[in-house]
């Protein structure tokens, strides 16, 4: 892997997107987390909307043009600073161009992305040169997928700490409070029309492997379905009511084996992962958690029918919520999650890891944990330092425990016991 320098450049971090919804609530984060002399600049594509929220917040951060569909303004933008930041999606439709600028710069990268596809591509793209260049190309550093990916690297960890060997079955179960952003949903009609346009890429959304970096090292533990309504208490006996599908599983459950992937196979031979969301245990929770297993299937169905004619995406243009929109503070404030991670291992030893957060997950959350993503690739931990992979990679391989302790110093509860 090349040395990457760049000590001699003007940023530290440019904030790409600034302008939008969760742009805007990152930057805000941005003034109050980053430290005193971090050079950060504001980008996008509009000089004048960029200059509103530079008045808005009552900073001096310059602000800078840049259009994902201008590639010479990207290949620009990348070569001033040492990590990008950004909000711009779908990234599917717009993502691509600014990851082919960091990954031949050598410029640190971290977005929002929940979707699959993008990876995938970017993977068989960009792999090889950002290595060659010592780029740290890391997506899905917000609520998709840093609870997730994080959460099973504490008990990884853990495991390795207490010589209790490797991880078995493991779980994931989500409470939370919030709601699916325009941005989320945008990416997912994407991806529709990606798979609309050329079904083989359909694949890639129904393996569970499909983002590893070496299938024929995945450990061969049978079907892995992310499909679930059953009883809590077949999870851990410390659980009660239903669970069902969690509507960001498919992805986070990719982002964990990959990480599994890059980090060697560590998490080991015989690790079987999936996640599930609470669905309560009143009477009715069964009908809930059927109702949400089966209104996901319904949903992702309907929009791939929608999306392969034109009068099915104008149909969706104006029923489902705008991307660059979102609540209001008092609801965001108002938001919360709970991620409980149970895990096995070869020795018989249960472990469970939480990681919670105040704050609407898909909004607030998510502006913390971008945040300090960004400051981490930039600045390091607050006493680690980052690991030397370089690529395509998730939050953990890149910035494991140095993201662990920022976050965790951010407010965030990451903590790992005996289930």
Not at 3 to 32: K, S
Not at 251 to 272: A, C, D, E, P, T
Not at 310 to 331: I, S
């Amino acid at each position: 892997m090349a040395r990457r320098d760049t000590t001699d450049r003007e940023f530290d971090l440019i904030l790409f997107g600034a302008t939008g919804f969760v742009g805007r609530l990152t930057a805000r984060y941005l003034l109050d987390a980053a430290p005193a002399g971090a050079r950060i600049a504001l980008a996008g594509r509009s000089a004048q909307k960029l200059a509103a929220v530079q008045s808005e917040l009552g900073v001096d951060w310059p602000v800078l043009v840049a259009d994902s569909s201008d590639q010479a303004t990207l290949d620009a933008l990348v070569a001033r600073t040492g990590v990008v930041v950004t909000t711009v999606g779908p990234y599917l439709r717009y993502g691509v161009p600014l990851v082919r600028a960091c990954a031949g710069a050598g410029t640190h990268y971290a977005d929002l992305t929940g979707e699959p596809l993008f990876i995938r591509d970017c993977i068989d793209q960009f792999q090889d040169e950002a290595v060659r260049t010592g780029a740290k190309i890391v997506n899905s550093c917000g609520y998709d997928s840093i609870p997730s990916d994080l959460s099973v690297y504490r008990l990884y960890r853990a495991s390795v700490e207490d010589n209790t060997g490797e991880l078995t079955d493991t779980t994931l179960v989500a409470w939370l409070k919030g709601g699916a952003s325009g941005g989320t949903i945008d990416s997912g009609r994407a991806m529709m029309e990606a798979i609309a346009a050329d079904p083989s890429k359909g694949s890639i959304l129904s393996h569970p492997y499909s983002l590893s970096p070496d299938r024929t090292m995945d450990p061969e533990v049978g079907r892995q379905s992310d499909q679930a309504l059953a009883r809590a208490s077949a999870i851990d006996p410390s659980l009660d009511g239903w669970v069902a599908t969690f509507i960001m599983a498919n992805h986070n459950s990719k982002i964990v084996r990959r990480s599994n992937g890059l980090l060697g196979w560590v998490y080991g031979k015989n690790f079987r992962y999936r996640e599930v969301m609470n669905a309560g245990k009143s009477p009715a929770a069964p009908l809930v958690a059927a109702g949400i297993a089966g209104g996901i299937a319904v949903t992702m169905v309907t929009g791939a029918v929608l999306s392969r004619v034109a009068a099915g995406r104008r149909l969706l243009d104006r029923v489902l919520p705008k991307p660059g929109t979102g609540p209001d503070e008092k609801a965001r404030r108002s938001g919360w999650f709970t991620m409980k991670t149970f895990a096995g291992t070869t020795s018989g030893t249960r472990y469970v890891c939480t990681f919670a957060g105040t704050g609407d997950p898909g909004y607030q959350a998510t502006s913390v944990m971008l945040g300090q993503a960004g400051l981490c690739l930039a600045f390091g931990g607050l006493t680690e330092d980052l690991p030397e992979l370089a690529g395509l990679l998730t939050p953990a391989a890149a910035m494991g425990d140095a993201l662990t302790e920022r976050l965790r110093d951010a407010g965030m509860t990451i903590e790992v016991a005996r289930a």
